[in-house]
């Protein structure tokens, strides 16, 4: 059973394993560094921890926008390092089983999967989440 | 406890080593360049020494901020010498401990370009703790050793 977090961005929906999630926060105003990664939203304060938020936009190569009131930020961990990931909305946590993952996977509109690797955010089609 | 003194640079809050400061003047006294010298702003005559004023913004690629009257100038002690830096506005000391201040390297993507600033946080803002001597490339070198 795949328990997964959904999202979207601008309709676009990536779904999270819920493995990866520490908490969902309201989008707050982030800090911007010189000379940060285009990919980088900025970084914020999470009870004195800095992380670094991702822009999912950019990641999944949509249009940018500025931050709205009604954005999330996913805070995730893969155990070593934590991060968020800026979205326009968060759906629900759905469960499903390998083989609906599986069917899933053949349709043309398949949602993809975000990870985590290097301290970066991955955007992997559903087959290759399940290859793994 | 580390201590740095805090200013802000066009919107940043920034952070500096105390250690590292050597003084702090009015940028009225500042010198500007009239020839586009890489990466510099003009110069600081402090004392008959010609210190190099650096561009944090031309070095960061950021949109320029103007000096005026209210702008400060650091200058810093290197290992080779002096170079200042323009603030908009120095606001004073902070401490922290060791452990709270975090290395850029730790929380972006392995992979990009290496980078020799941190970041902390005080009184929940973010301070970006600058690495001056990381800042400095080759032709800013060759200046101070000019």
């Known amino acids: 059973m795949h328990e997964l977090l959904m999202l979207a961005i601008e309709g676009t929906v990536f779904a999270v394993p819920t493995s990866y999630l520490v908490e969902v926060l309201p989008a707050v105003a982030l ?10 939203s900025g970084v914020m304060n999470l009870r004195g ?37 800026l979205v326009d909305k968060i759906e629900a946590v759905q469960r499903f089983k390998e083989e609906q993952l599986f069917a899933q996977s053949l349709s043309p509109r398949a949602f993809r999967i975000i990870e985590l690797k290097d301290r970066n955010v991955l955007i992997k089609d559903l087959q290759d989440y399940l290859d793994d | 406890m580390l ?52 561009n944090l913004d031309r070095h960061w690629k950021r949109e320029p901020k103007a000096i005026n009257l209210e702008s400060q100038i650091i200058v810093l002690r290197l290992n080779e010498g002096r170079i200042a830096i323009v603030a908009d506005d120095v606001k004073g000391t902070i401490k922290v401990e060791p452990e709270n201040v975090t290395n850029l390297n ?21 301070y970006f703790v600058l690495d001056i001597e990381g800042l400095l490339d080759q032709k800013i070198g060759d200046l101070l050793h000019a």
């Open chain 2, 106 to 126: 730790e929380i972006l993507p392995q992979g990009i370009d290496s980078n020799p600033h941190s970041l902390t946080v005080y009184e929940n803002e973010i």
């Open chain 1, 31 to 40: 800090s911007t560094m010189p000379l940060q990664p285009d990919f980088i």
């Open chain 2, 3 to 54: 201590e740095f003194l805090t200013f802000e640079s066009n919107e940043t809050k920034m952070a500096l080593p105390v250690e590292a400061v050597a003084s702090i003047f009015e940028a009225v006294a500042f010198h500007p360049s009239k020839i586009e010298r890489q990466g510099i702003l003009g110069d600081f005559n402090l004392h008959g020494e010609m210190i190099p004023v650096l």
């Open chain 1, 49 to 85: 921890e800095v992380l670094a938020v991702h822009d999912m936009r950019k990641h999944a190569g949509l249009a940018a926008k500025e931050i709205e009131e009604t954005d999330k930020i996913v805070v995730a961990s893969d155990g070593k390092i934590k991060l968020g990931i």
